[in-house]
């Protein structure tokens, strides 16, 4: 039996997660069972009473009997097997359910769990919504009784990654369509060629770029990029682990801008002598070219769409529409559908002459905004760059990732920016798709990166695109219910990077090791989806959490087995048992086989949630109290100028001894910590002095009562204000 411990002054079983917040839009009736929370949250729930437990050796029968088991197994860490008869989680394919090809119905019985779609892919998207529920349950043994029907509100649910300005391993992509599948988001396009914006020195033969298909046509010898590119065994793994998860490949061959590497290989196809990224769409060889690439590779491609780019071409105009509309009736001769980028507005003013029978990326309301797609009569995607482009570590879209807040309370598919928003559930609308575009080529960042800029909004977004705005929580609690749900069943090299611990967590992210096992560190990653085992001979396990330094404890909790011991030290060694207020670097759960989490806990933050003001912000939108909601993603900011100050309320007397200061860019070089019982008269308890680097100040002084503390900033680091993500008191 799992059971979660907390250590207090006595051990003591913590109860179940509430199920409380409401997440379809039907509410339960009095005394039935509540909407159970899923991500995305369910569009129709009818509760009953009690539950079904799962017993400890359940049974799947039925389409996807293996996966489901195989999964089943990973969540609750019993031993799920597929079988032909009778069982615990039946999956029926059933086609006369007519809420469309996605939609499931899933029925929970105090005899078991049913779940009945029109196709495998409903019954997959059933399948993960059932996992969700048991992982969130204390034993993820329990599913309340009632019944849900769910379907999407849009056809195409997506995310675009830019692999054409930086390689992404196939483990990577591979990982990344499980993770869409988790959260029902069915459509992944890789853009396979690009090269860097500008080129260097304006010399386009020094400019990078890449293609990332590689044949083994000898016509095509030299064309893939050497610093990886994608072979056919690759991307049939792809388009298989793809049909395994409800997803579809949308590749993306891209051109007539863009296409550097297609110039490098063959320079008499592009303009100036080849020294550009534009073809020469003047010369037919050109387009039959592009013609060939699509003839070689297409057949490789499983789904009915394929993207053939077309956007940024600003070379003739003319020319430009006419490759358009070839491209579009080849990529058909080749029983594809095609899509592109929408582009038409800038190039020729308006979409006449146009093939409409393309589905259209509106990414930008200067190229081609969606009243215009509406008006021509085109079907569309909402990528819009202003709200759903990342372009990592860039001063440019969201460099450092997207708005999840702005996005929770503001955004759906049909929203667009400067008043260009259709109506919700316009029929030529069909989603929506965010973007990562790699556009700083000579940066040094990593796939990791990518994905802990991607990863907080995505179910985010999957939400969003699922069944909207319906959640019936507010942003903070949405994001600790994702969090415990990342990433999903099934990864091999990506874990959760969802970035905000629990409040006043300590543990989060922190260092393990332990006696004998798989990776400890998921422990500390903050999903309940992730768990360590021990090996089998081994007699004694343990595992083993290095907080960095010293600190007050209050609270340990850990979610495993019921016979463990827990002690903690300040060296590694000289090991004590836990109790609240110890001092400990180092924490240690003993003769546990099998361990979900390990949470440390600090004392509580006194300034969460307070009244806070400052001497200016940058904008509105940079508010004082960004800087203590909870959040680690908001923050606050000052005008450009020194002598700038943060204060707050703690709305009583309290003694305190520590605050933390979590610094943007724009940060303090010196500034002291003063404290207040009046908002008047100030006392400074901490000094700083010639701050180097970002990051956080963790300041310690002796105890004293305040009621008000403040930041005042007397010299910045840079020509920018100071900004503070988190601004803590203890």
Not at 154 to 182: A, N
Not at 460 to 474: D, F, I, N, R, Y
Not at 498 to 503: C, D, M, V, Y
Request: aromatic share 10%.
């Amino acid at each position: 039996m799992r059971v979660v411990i907390s250590m207090a002054l006595a051990l003591s079983v913590i109860a179940p997660l509430p199920a409380s917040a409401a997440s379809s839009r039907v509410a339960a009736s009095d005394g039935a069972n509540p909407p159970p929370v899923v991500v995305p949250a369910l569009q129709s729930w009818s509760g009953g009473t009690g539950t079904f437990e799962l017993p400890d050796r359940p049974k799947v029968s039925g389409e996807l009997a293996e996966q489901v088991a195989a999964d089943l197994s990973e969540v609750t860490g019993k031993e799920a097997r597929a079988t032909s008869g009778r069982a615990d989680v039946e999956l029926e394919l059933d086609p006369s359910l007519t809420t469309g090809p996605e939609s499931y119905r899933l029925d929970v019985s105090t005899d078991g769990v049913r779940i009945t779609a029109p196709t495998a892919r409903g019954l997959f998207y059933g399948s993960r919504s059932m996992l969700q529920i048991l992982a969130r349950d204390a034993d993820r043994s329990s599913l309340p009784v009632g019944t849900a029907a769910d379907w999407p509100n849009y056809p195409s649910r997506g995310f675009m990654l830019d692999v054409g300005r930086r390689y992404f391993t196939p483990e990577f992509i591979r990982d990344y369509i499980r993770m869409m599948g988790w959260y029902k988001v069915n459509e992944l396009q890789l853009h396979l060629n690009d090269n860097e914006i500008k080129a260097p020195g304006d010399d386009w033969s020094k400019a990078y770029s890449a293609f990332r298909l590689a044949s083994d046509n000898p016509a095509f010898a030299g064309l893939a990029a050497q610093d990886g590119a994608y072979t056919r065994a690759d991307w049939d793994s792809f388009e298989e682990t793809a049909a395994a998860n409800g997803v579809t490949l949308v590749p993306e061959i891209d051109a007539p801008g863009h296409a550097r590497a297609f110039i490098a290989f063959k320079p008499e196809l592009g303009l100036n002598g080849g020294d550009s990224d534009h073809l020469d769409l003047s010369k037919p060889e050109s387009t039959a070219f592009m013609k060939s690439v699509f003839d070689e590779f297409t057949p490789w491609f499983r789904g009915k769409d394929v993207h053939y780019g077309t956007d940024e071409y600003t070379a003739d105009r003319q020319l430009y529409r006419t490759f358009f509309n070839d491209m579009a009736a080849h990529l058909r001769t080749l029983g594809k559908h095609p899509r592109a980028w929408g582009s038409a507005t800038a190039m020729t003013g308006t979409a006449d002459g146009y093939d409409r029978d393309v589905t259209i990326n509106s990414w930008n309301n200067g190229w081609y905004g969606p009243d215009a797609a509406v008006r021509d009569g085109y079907s569309f995607i909402n990528t819009n760059d202003a709200y759903l482009y990342i372009v990592p570590f860039a001063d440019y879209y969201h460099g450092n990732g997207l708005s999840g807040q702005w996005l929770y309370d503001n955004w759906e598919p049909h929203v667009f920016p400067g008043g260009k928003s259709v109506q919700p559930g316009e029929p030529l609308l069909k989603g929506a798709m965010s973007a990562v575009w790699n556009d700083l080529v000579r940066a040094t960042y990593t796939e990791g990166d990518v994905h802990r800029l991607v990863e907080p909004t995505f179910g985010l977004l999957g939400q969003k695109m699922w069944s909207g705005a319906g959640t019936g929580v507010p942003y903070g609690t949405f994001m600790k219910q994702l969090r415990e749900l990342a990433p999903g069943p099934g990864l091999t090299s990506l874990g959760s990077t969802i970035g905000a611990p629990e409040p006043d967590e300590l543990s989060f992210g922190a260092s393990v090791t332990a006696s004998s096992g798989g990776d400890p560190t998921v422990l500390t990653d903050g999903s309940r989806l992730t768990r360590w085992q021990a090996d089998r001979r081994d007699r004694a396990p343990w595992v083993q959490l290095d907080l960095g330094k010293a600190m007050p404890v209050q609270r340990i909790a850990v979610d495993g087995d019921d016979d463990y011991q827990v002690t903690v030290s300040t060296t590694g060694g000289n090991w004590v048992k836990a109790s609240p207020g110890v001092t400990a670097r180092y924490v240690r759960v003993s003769g546990a086989s099998a361990l979900w989490s390990v949470q440390v806990f600090d004392a509580p933050d006194l300034a969460k949630g307070k009244p806070t003001t400052a001497s200016s912000s940058e904008v509105d939108y940079f508010g004082p109290a960004n800087a203590t909601d909870g959040d680690p993603k908001t923050r606050w900011a000052s005008q450009y100028s020194d002598n700038q100050w943060l204060q707050v309320d703690l709305g009583s007397t309290q003694q305190i001894s520590r605050v933390l200061l979590d610094w943007e860019a724009a940060r303090g070089q010196d500034y002291d910590v003063q404290v207040s019982g009046d908002g008047t008269t100030w006392q400074t308890v901490s000094q700083v002095r010639g701050k180097t680097g970002v990051g956080v100040d963790s300041l310690a002084f002796a105890p004293i009562s305040a009621r008000y503390v403040r930041m005042l900033g007397l010299r910045r680091a840079t020509t920018f204000g100071y900004s503070l993500f988190r601004f803590e008191v203890r």
